[in-house]
């Protein structure tokens, strides 16, 4: 029953930032722990970051890590993803997700939003 619509991507040059957003619907965004993924044309699903059900653990890819910072906001039912120092090798579709805890597996996942698209180029 739990909903979730990405917003916020966009084009922007390198070195910019961006903050994507991860609106959840449904069920209460309180019990499930949040994904980032990414995927760009012709290459795998990328997990790029999580944050727990009650923010306490955050997961940072190492391609990301020291550059995005995922937040929640339960009140609000949003998930964010601030992304800073943004590169061309950053451009792809980004995805939300739910799971009972941050996984490394993306098979635990479900409630797959329909992505946005960040774009980073000159």
């Known amino acids: 029953q739990l909903q979730l619509v990405e917003s916020g991507g966009g084009l922007v040059q390198p070195g910019g930032s961006l903050r994507l957003s991860c609106a959840a619907s449904?069920?209460?965004?309180?019990?499930?722990?949040i994904g980032w993924f990414r995927q760009a044309p012709g290459k795998e699903r990328e997990e790029i970051s999580c944050?727990?059900?009650?923010?306490?653990?955050?997961n940072y890819a190492d391609t990301v890590k020291g550059r995005f910072t995922i937040s929640r906001d339960n009140a609000k039912k949003t998930v964010y993803l601030q992304m800073s120092s943004l590169k061309p090798k950053d451009t792809a579709r980004y995805f939300c997700?739910?799971?009972?805890?941050?996984?490394?597996?993306?098979?635990?996942?479900?409630?797959w939003g329909q992505g946005t698209q960040v774009t980073v180029s000159s």
């Open positions: 997700a739910a799971s009972a805890y941050c996984s490394a597996n993306v098979n635990s996942f479900g409630s």
């Open positions: 449904g069920f209460s965004l309180q019990y499930y722990a």
């Open positions: 944050i727990s059900n009650n923010g306490g653990v955050t």
